[in-house]
């Protein structure tokens, strides 16, 4: 069994046990069960699964960083969201503006660039957490 908790600079979001972790890393996913090798990640933006008790309960985490040491899990994130707390409508009007955005400067583009990212990001974790 491992110990998960996600933290954010405003409170904890998450701290309880978990059979199964996978969240998105900004090169790819990962997954950590019990006895996971010690490590330390820099997080993307994406959905997190944690499994317990025969259930999922799924998040949106906005970047930061993960560490797992022995059969903890911690992640320190700017934001994590309930999955079922993230709007999409909210999410595609954000890509939709940002995609119309022009950018003049690297540092507008890089910003640009990062609101349609993590747009995109709300809108998958949205879907998934939408029952059909």
């Given at each position: 069994m491992l110990q998960c908790s996600i933290v954010t600079?405003?409170?904890?979001?998450?701290d309880h046990p978990a059979?199964?972790?996978a969240m998105t890393l900004f090169d790819g996913e990962i997954g950590i069960a019990p006895g996971h090798t010690p490590?330390?990640?820099?997080?993307g933006c994406g959905e997190m699964r944690i499994r317990h008790e025969g259930q999922v309960d799924r998040y949106y985490v906005e970047g930061g960083f993960v560490e797992v040491l022995g059969d903890?899990?911690?992640?320190?994130?700017?934001?994590?969201?309930?999955?079922?707390?993230?709007d999409a409508a909210v999410a595609r009007?954000?890509?939709l503006s940002a995609q119309s955005r022009r950018a003049a400067t690297p540092e507008a583009m890089a910003q640009r660039d990062r609101t349609v990212q993590q747009s995109r990001a709300q809108l998958r974790?949205?879907?998934?957490?939408t029952p059909y």
């Amino acid at each position: 069994m491992l110990q998960c908790s996600i933290v954010t600079p405003e409170r904890t979001i998450y701290d309880h046990p978990a059979e199964f972790v996978a969240m998105t890393l900004f090169d790819g996913e990962i997954g950590i069960a019990p006895g996971h090798t010690p490590m330390i990640g820099r997080l993307g933006c994406g959905e997190m699964r944690i499994r317990h008790e025969g259930q999922v309960d799924r998040y949106y985490v906005e970047g930061g960083f993960v560490e797992v040491l022995g059969d903890v899990v911690s992640v320190l994130t700017q934001r994590a969201v309930p999955a079922a707390q993230v709007d999409a409508a909210v999410a595609r009007e954000q890509l939709l503006s940002a995609q119309s955005r022009r950018a003049a400067t690297p540092e507008a583009m890089a910003q640009r660039d990062r609101t349609v990212q993590q747009s995109r990001a709300q809108l998958r974790v949205a879907r998934r957490a939408t029952p059909y």
